[in-house]
């Protein structure tokens, strides 16, 4: 396996202390949500910090190697576990919304593996080759070309960013005791610092701007941290409480 030496500083610190700051971040959170209980819907919430926490390390480790074929593969993981995450919130919403009667074990596992198996399927974009999936510039980070970007575009915003918000303002817009609608609205203003992290990268990683890619490393890690501490002190604490 070939390494090389990070040389844009940029990009080290994107990786290694932005997204570390993320990973640190999103472990603990998981953690103190665990460490209580974990019971189904405790695991469910938490499976959101863990998907994109394994996600973020996978980035970590493909970050100095220089081998395009070891690295298009741990893009890809980095992809799936980063991206695959929200479908975690749309289950969750959909237990408190219709109840685990309604929503019951099978039809989370369906919805989770519908979901894995679209993320999976992205693998035959890395496979395509040039002009399909991921390349990468002179500084070896990731370019998404325009068949990629739109497939885990649309599809993250039709089947997970959508059905989210949707779920979660019809939540909202059942409560009726204040004190509920003001902790589940962190929470929706989570959601919202979450979307806005995630379709940075969509858009950073497509339109291949280095200046653009700087402005997402600054803003993404704190709307990934903010959106990350919302929602946990929305819904997260009371689950683990």
């Given at each position: 396996?070939?390494?090389?030496?990070?040389?844009?500083?940029?990009?080290?610190?994107?990786?290694?202390?932005?997204?570390?700051?993320?990973?640190?971040?999103?472990?603990?959170?998981?953690?103190?949500?665990?460490?209580?209980?974990?019971?189904?819907?405790?695991?469910?919430?938490?499976?959101?910090?863990?998907?994109?926490?394994?996600?973020?390390?996978?980035?970590?480790?493909?970050?100095?190697?220089?081998?395009?074929?070891?690295?298009?593969?741990?893009?890809?993981?980095?992809?799936?576990?980063?991206?695959?995450?929200?479908?975690?919130?749309?289950?969750?919403?959909?237990?408190?919304?219709?109840?685990?009667?309604?929503?019951?074990?099978?039809?989370?596992?369906?919805?989770?593996?519908?979901?894995?198996?679209?993320?999976?399927?992205?693998?035959?974009?890395?496979?395509?080759?040039?002009?399909?999936?991921?390349?990468?510039?002179?500084?070896?980070?990731?370019?998404?070309?325009?068949?990629?970007?739109?497939?885990?575009?649309?599809?993250?915003?039709?089947?997970?960013?959508?059905?989210?918000?949707?779920?979660?303002?019809?939540?909202?817009?059942?409560?009726?005791?204040?004190?509920?609608?003001?902790?589940w609205k962190y929470f929706i203003l989570g959601v919202c610092a979450?979307?806005?992290?995630?379709?940075?990268?969509?858009?950073?990683?497509?339109?291949?701007?280095?200046?653009?890619?700087?402005?997402?490393?600054?803003?993404?890690?704190?709307?990934?941290?903010?959106?990350?501490?919302?929602?946990?002190?929305?819904?997260?604490?009371?689950?683990?409480?």
């Amino acid at each position: 396996m070939v390494l090389y030496q990070l040389e844009d500083p940029i990009r080290v610190l994107t990786i290694y202390v932005a997204q570390g700051l993320v990973l640190v971040t999103f472990a603990y959170l998981a953690f103190r949500i665990l460490k209580r209980d974990r019971k189904r819907l405790n695991l469910i919430f938490s499976g959101f910090y863990i998907s994109a926490t394994i996600g973020i390390i996978f980035n970590w480790i493909y970050g100095p190697i220089a081998n395009l074929e070891v690295v298009l593969i741990l893009n890809y993981f980095t992809n799936f576990g980063v991206f695959y995450s929200p479908i975690f919130f749309v289950v969750f919403d959909l237990i408190l919304l219709k109840s685990e009667k309604v929503i019951t074990t099978t039809k989370q596992v369906l919805i989770l593996l519908g979901f894995g198996i679209y993320m999976f399927c992205m693998i035959f974009f890395v496979l395509a080759g040039v002009g399909w999936g991921v390349s990468f510039n002179a500084d070896w980070a990731p370019v998404w070309e325009l068949p990629f970007f739109l497939y885990l575009t649309l599809g993250e915003t039709f089947f997970a960013i959508g059905p989210l918000l949707y779920l979660s303002f019809q939540i909202y817009n059942k409560f009726e005791d204040e004190q509920l609608k003001k902790k589940w609205k962190y929470f929706i203003l989570g959601v919202c610092a979450m979307i806005g992290f995630m379709y940075g990268i969509f858009f950073s990683n497509f339109l291949d701007i280095k200046m653009v890619r700087t402005l997402m490393g600054a803003i993404g890690v704190i709307l990934a941290i903010i959106g990350g501490y919302l929602m946990y002190n929305g819904v997260g604490r009371q689950l683990s409480s």
